[in-house]
């Protein structure tokens, strides 16, 4: 019974294969595509329902949409939470002294302070343009605010920020 449902499940993997990465390759790209057709089969393997499946390709789209939503959740939660930024790459390099490195760290943490300390506006209009790189009028149209208004709380957070790190 159970060889004869992974040969099953074998043949509906040749048969969906190439479809299936390429549903994967346009939700994920392609460096992440192989590993989630992967989990896909791997889930259908685990999948305890003894019952035949009545739609295969559709099941199989069905798993594999699942699996790229959460992967693509995951990775914006990595992007946001997780983001480890130059402290990592900077903190390897051979050419930084200890002193260097504590006097760059120390300018860092004073950089977030000073953006943590802007007025919330301020600092939407900051964390907008220069972490989600947008232009300052579609700031402006989003947040409902005027063109020179988002330059005023830019300028500012400028300002702020360059007298807290000097």
Known sequence: MFETRRRSIGELFERHRDELLGFLNNRV?????????QEA???VIRRDDEKPIAAPLYFLLKVAANLARDHSRRRAFESKW?????????????????LERLERKERARLFR????GLPPRCREVFVL????????PEIARELGISDSMARR??????????????
């Open 29 to 37: 790209g392609s460096a992440d595509a192989p590993d989630l057709l």
């Open 41 to 43: 089969f791997a889930r």
């Open 82 to 98: 997780l983001n480890f930024g130059a402290d990592c790459a900077d903190g390897l390099s051979p050419e930084e002294t200890p």
């Open 113 to 116: 302070d000073a953006v943590a």
């Open 129 to 136: 343009c220069f972490h989600e790189k947008k232009p300052l």
């Open 153 to 166: 709380h830019l300028r500012l957070a400028l300002k702020r920020c360059r007298e807290a790190i000097e």
